[in-house]
Each structure stands twice: as C-alpha cells, then as structure tokens.
C-alpha cells in the first residue's frame, strides 16, 4: 500500500473506519474483520501439502528451513484471499508493479521449498495482485495461489520477515516491521497463547540471525516489534480481528514510545521471557 502511494495515516485512518474525501481510500469499502474468512479457518483437505517438497526434504535434510517442512506436512487450506485482492482492485493496482520505490514480495514455492522474490528479474510474471495474495497464502490456512504452474504459499513458510535476502544490496538503513516477532514476552496463562510465544521465539531468533548477516556488511539495521502490552492484547490467534482496533491503538502509543527510546544494538540472543 505504501508503495502505490499510500501514506500511512490513510491506512490508519482507514482502519479506525475515517474516510478522508481527498485520500485514495475514500472510495474503499473493506470490512476488516471478515475480509479473509474471520479468525478460524476453513477445514482444510485432506492429505498433505507437497509430497515432492517432502521427498527433497528427506534427500536434503539440513538444507531448508524447519518451517519449510511444516509447510510440505500441512494438509492444503481452503481460505480465500479475494478480499485481498478486491482491496488491491478498489485502488486500481491490480495490474501496476511500483518501480520507484522499488517493491518487492516474497512468496514461497511450495512443491520445490525455493523463494520467490516478485520484483526482481527471474520471477514469474504476475500483476500486482495476484503476488501480493501469494505472499499472504499461510499454509493449511489459505489455498495456495497459482502463478505460473507453480504453488505458491506465503513467505513466512521460510521465514517470518525474509531480511536476509537484502544481503548483499548496499543499503545504508533498514527498518523492519516484525509483528510476529518480541523484543520481551508477557506472561500468558492459556495454553494457545503460550504455544504461540514458543513459535514467536523461534520467529525472533530467526530474525536476529538475519539481521546480523545485513549488519554484517554495514547496514543500520532498526527492528520494529511488539512488547509485552502490545502482545497482551494481540492474544493468542493473530488472525483473529476482535482485538484488532485495541492492537492498532496500543501498537500507535508503544512503538512511538520505542522510538522516542531506542534500544541499543545487543548482540542477538532469544528474547527474555519478562
């Protein structure tokens, strides 16, 4: 969205249900809350996800991700992520690749465990919306998008937030939003939710390795992720939108007070559990 030309306090603005006249998502009808399917998936079908990503994986054990295995275990979804892509349509991007400034989406091929990096030459030629829905593809939960005669799932099958992929570019600052990642954890009692910080931890760890490998070449590199207010209020099931105006309100307040305060870069460890 940002990079069509949206600013940021029309995505919040359109979030919290403000219409601006003059702002491009004046005329975007969404309705947050039931725009992928609600905060439980759909049965997936039955079988598994790619016996032949399973087949390599058995060849080449050490080679991919665990969650890459995760991915080729789980049964195929069943969601939709029409909404989307109406989204996208509403704003008359369908068809449009912004080339300044430069995006890119990363989508996972699902049969060969291989990244796809949209945006860059090599990729397989798609408009707009139809990568930026292959990205959002979470195995089991959403069917997986068709590009090409390839499967394709979302990125977060090989990693959360992909930032090694920007080794090697040169660039001076890099600024990553990691929602699914923590700098601290809170202290949840259900089990849903602390299952959920066990993988968040996993996400975090992943994370830092990966920043350090772009540190590694020069780059500042500035991590942006929930504390533990904001995951007191995110719960358990990050697809689950009854939440989602008190996320957004706490999430504005916590991360302008990060910002005021920066952390010092440490050197990367998981994150502690207070």
Known sequence: MLAIGLRPADLRDHQRGVAVASDPTARVVVDYDTWVGGARPRIPKPGIGSLKLLGSLA??????????????????????????????????????????????????????????????????????????????????????????GRRLVDGCAWSDTNVDLLVGQGLDEVVVLAPTSARRMDHPRSIPARVERRLRRIATRRLLHETELVRAEGSQVRLIVPGPEDLAVMGANLMNPVQRLTVLETSLRTTAAVLRNPSPHRTAKPPASG
Request: net charge negative; aromatic share 4%.
């Open 59 to 148: 060849r080449h054990p050490h080679r991919l991700p665990l969650t890459i295995l995760l991915a080729a275990c789980a049964p195929p979804g069943r969601g939709s992520l029409d909404g989307v892509r109406d989204l996208i349509r509403q704003l008359d991007a369908v068809d449009h690749w912004p080339d300044s400034p430069a995006l890119r989406v990363v989508a996972v091929d699902l049969d060969s465990g291989t990244r796809v990096l949209f945006g860059t030459p090599g990729a397989p030629l798609t408009d707009l919306a139809t990568a930026v829905t292959a990205s959002c593809a979470i195995p089991a939960w959403f069917a997986p998008v068709q590009i090409d």
